[in-house]
């Protein structure tokens, strides 16, 4: 059973078509939702952290929000660098590994 | 933001030799270190929690004599492959906190095996 499902698999834009990525959760005792990027043979980058349900955090063209069953991460006006795969973790335990859903990967064309 | 060096980032071997890939953490100190292994359009799976100066803890389904983990520093985890088969290709992935109340990992830029 799936504790952290994202949604769609794949996503492809125009630039400056903006979007919105999903990320469900069933995991109970939250102790943080995480947004990274990985781009293609590469470790995952940190992007953001959300802690409890309406917490809001943006950076350049992305803006992630939390409520009690799923994050999302939206795209704001998009540029092709912002092509990647965009993967969303939940903490359940302190000092525990992060639970990875499978990612969104995205594609924006000039 | 905390740095996580990882080497090789990419290795070939023949079936049934052993490879050995190390994490290093370089500016903070990591009592416990994750990998992780992920397999083309697949998400990250963790294979096994490595802990200084102690034996690593396995997840289940993960043969712990075939991935040897070995964290002797509080600097430095290595996992080991060994007698590699082909269905052990896959990209390889540690991870550390830079302290134990941040709750985010770093991660390494991950290795990629390919054995013939």
């Known amino acids: 059973e799936d504790q952290v499902t994202q949604s769609p698999e794949a996503l492809r834009l125009q630039e400056g078509e903006s979007s919105s990525l999903n990320c469900s959760y069933t995991?109970?005792?939250?102790?943080?939702l995480f947004w990274y990027r990985q781009d293609p043979g590469k470790g995952p980058e940190f992007l953001f952290t959300?802690?409890?349900a309406g917490e809001e955090k943006e950076k350049e063209r992305l803006k992630a929000t939390l409520t009690k069953k799923e994050s999302f991460l939206h795209i704001t006006a998009p540029k092709p660098e912002d092509s990647a795969t965009y993967l969303c973790a939940v903490n359940q335990q302190a000092g525990t590994a992060l639970i990875f859903g499978k990612g969104t990967t995205l594609s924006v064309s000039s | 933001g905390a740095v996580v060096s990882q080497h090789p980032s990419w290795v070939i071997c023949k079936s049934g030799t052993s490879v050995k890939i190390e994490c290093r953490s370089l500016d903070f100190q990591a009592t416990t270190m994750f990998w992780y292994r992920q397999f083309p359009k697949q998400s990250l799976m963790l294979m096994a929690t490595s802990n200084e100066g102690s034996k690593a803890t396995y997840e289940q389904g993960v043969e712990k004599d075939k991935f040897l983990i070995n964290h002797a520093s509080l600097t430095l985890s290595t996992l080991t492959v060994t007698s590699a088969h082909p269905e052990d290709s896959s990209f390889y992935i540690c991870?550390?906190?830079?302290?134990?109340?941040?709750?985010?990992?770093?991660f390494g830029s991950g290795t990629q095996l390919s054995v013939l």
């Open positions: 991870s550390a906190r830079d302290r134990p109340t941040n709750e985010k990992l770093f």
């Open positions: 995991v109970s005792g939250l102790r943080g």
């Open positions: 959300l802690y409890s």
